[in-house]
């Protein structure tokens, strides 16, 4: 039969209690039982050197005055006598033969000290001094230190039995806490499989428990997931209509081109369906590298020199720049040593910055790539003195087929912007479009 995970939570917590508390048990009565010994044995040591002290003072009848004073009315447990070397009783209180052995100094024992009751039958904690021929015998019965052990036996077998119940109570606990929470992400996840993409994990506020990082992670997972959904609506609602311009351009010359008889004209007619193919396949084109783009693993990230990065592309497209009759210049300003970049996707998003510059900036304009460290950030901004885009309208610049009402004459499928900021997001960072006054500043920022 197996257990639900609930259940085995459960139990894993009573085991634990258990196990833990037996072993407190444990440790509290080895540590009483070594005390009690330990106080035994000073007392009985303590008492034979006084007594052994008494009888080198004063002989034999002055021990025997001390037994007797040390000897307490109705005290039955008390050992305190003289034996000759067969162990019979000279003097004192204690068993008629005593079975010391044939050490003649003992410096403590436990064990059975008489050959008859009580001392048969019963341990003592006794000691042996050697006083000329005979022997001093001194020490105490068990009774009392057993009735005392048995008693802190008892109260440690309760609080066991206590803590055990503590630990059902507290599995219990445990298990509803851990299923209340585990119900609460199972609820939310069946929600979003019906498609509820709203749904999200309550996290304590200010928990920092193992739920509540689930409750966050999976929280932001299911912010993405909303987000691409989202984007993904949009991405097919606009390439639908995005696309239906130039396939019936496409359909249109097509049939042109079949019904013209003249070559030259047919030829003319053909290299117009070349182009809108190919602004068709750009479109396609640059869809599939922003979903790559998204979905890059960071263990194609590396460490790289963004000012090295920056002059490489600057070195490329300086002549580009002067061909199309623009000043291009390039400013490094305390850059960071190392970043860990995509080195494909970055150059790419800022090829396509650069471009965007160069298509919009007027003939003999100005194009600038910046390179800039600003506190934990660094910028790699591409700023012209084009048109420049309204601040209400640059985050539908950004959108995926987002074109403005002044660039719609132009070709283009209004995702270049979106693939940039698609790179800038997977490096943590952002797009950022601002004034240049006249012209635009599209930044890449980044942490650094």
């Given at each position: 039969m197996r257990l639900s995970v609930t259940a085995r939570i459960a139990l894993l917590a009573i085991a634990l209690a258990l196990v833990s508390n037996l072993v407190l048990v444990a440790f509290v009565w080895r540590q009483v039982h070594d005390d009690?010994?330990?106080?035994?044995?000073?007392?009985?040591?303590?008492?034979?050197?006084?007594?052994?002290?008494?009888?080198?003072?004063?002989?034999?009848?002055?021990?025997?005055?001390?037994?007797?004073?040390?000897?307490?009315?109705?005290?039955?447990?008390?050992?305190?006598?003289?034996?000759?070397?067969?162990?019979?009783?000279?003097?004192?209180?204690?068993?008629?033969?005593?079975?010391?052995?044939?050490?003649?100094?003992?410096?403590?024992?436990?064990?059975?000290?008489?050959?008859?009751?009580?001392?048969?039958?019963?341990?003592?904690?006794?000691?042996v001094r050697r006083i000329g021929a005979l022997r001093l015998v001194s020490g105490r019965l068990l009774d009392d230190w057993e009735q005392e052990q048995r008693g802190i036996e008892r109260a440690l077998v309760l609080a066991m039995l206590l803590s055990l119940g503590l630990g059902v109570v507290g599995?219990?606990?445990?298990?509803?806490?851990?299923?209340?929470?585990?119900?609460?992400?199972?609820?939310?996840?069946?929600?979003?499989?019906?498609?509820?993409?709203?749904?999200?994990?309550?996290?304590?506020?200010?928990?920092?428990?193992?739920?509540?990082?689930?409750?966050?992670?999976?929280?932001?997972?299911?912010?993405?997931?909303?987000?691409?959904?989202?984007?993904?609506?949009?991405?097919?609602?606009?390439?639908?209509?995005?696309?239906?311009?130039?396939?019936?351009?496409?359909?249109?010359?097509?049939?042109?081109?079949?019904?013209?008889?003249?070559?030259?004209q047919r030829e003319a007619a053909l290299g117009g369906l070349l182009t809108e193919t190919d602004l068709v396949m750009r479109?396609?084109?640059?869809?599939?590298e922003i979903s790559r783009s998204e979905s890059v693993s960071r263990d194609r990230f590396a460490s790289l020199d963004p000012a090295a990065l920056i002059e490489e592309i600057a070195e490329l497209y300086a002549p580009v720049a002067e061909d199309a009759g623009m000043r291009f210049t390039v400013a490094i300003e305390s850059p960071p040593l190392r970043l860990i970049l995509h080195r494909e996707l970055m150059t790419q998003a800022i090829t396509n910055l650069i471009d965007n510059a160069l298509r919009h900036a007027p003939w003999g304009g100005e194009v600038t790539l910046r390179l800039a460290g600003q506190g934990s950030e660094v910028r790699i901004q591409v700023e012209d003195r084009g048109a420049g885009i309204a601040t209400e309208d640059r985050e539908q610049a950004i959108r995926r087929f987002g074109r403005l009402d002044n660039a719609r004459s132009t070709p283009g499928a209004g995702l270049g912007l979106s693939l940039i900021e698609a790179v800038a997001r997977l490096h943590g960072g952002r797009l950022e479009l601002g004034d240049n006054a006249p012209g635009l500043v599209a930044a890449i920022v980044l942490p650094s």
């Open positions: 009690a010994v330990g106080e035994l044995r000073r007392d009985t040591i303590e008492q034979a050197d006084a007594l052994f002290s008494v009888w080198r003072t004063g002989g034999l009848p002055a021990l025997d005055r001390a037994i007797e004073e040390a000897r307490a009315p109705g005290d039955l447990s008390l050992i305190v006598e003289v034996v000759d070397a067969d162990g019979r009783r000279v003097v004192g209180v204690g068993p008629a033969v005593a079975a010391i052995g044939a050490p003649a100094s003992i410096d403590f024992r436990i064990g059975r000290l008489g050959t008859s009751p009580p001392w048969s039958v019963r341990d003592a904690g006794y000691s599995g219990l606990v445990v298990t509803r806490y851990v299923g209340r929470r585990l119900n609460s992400v199972a609820d939310v996840i069946e929600g979003v499989a019906g498609g509820d993409l709203t749904r999200r994990v309550a996290g304590a506020s200010g928990g920092g428990d193992a739920f509540d990082r689930l409750a966050t992670r999976l929280n932001a997972m299911l912010d993405k997931v909303e987000r691409l959904m989202i984007e993904l609506r949009v991405v097919t609602d606009s390439l639908a209509h995005d696309l239906r311009s130039p396939l019936a351009r496409l359909r249109t010359k097509t049939e042109n081109a079949v019904l013209l008889a003249d070559p030259a479109m396609l084109t640059m869809l599939i």
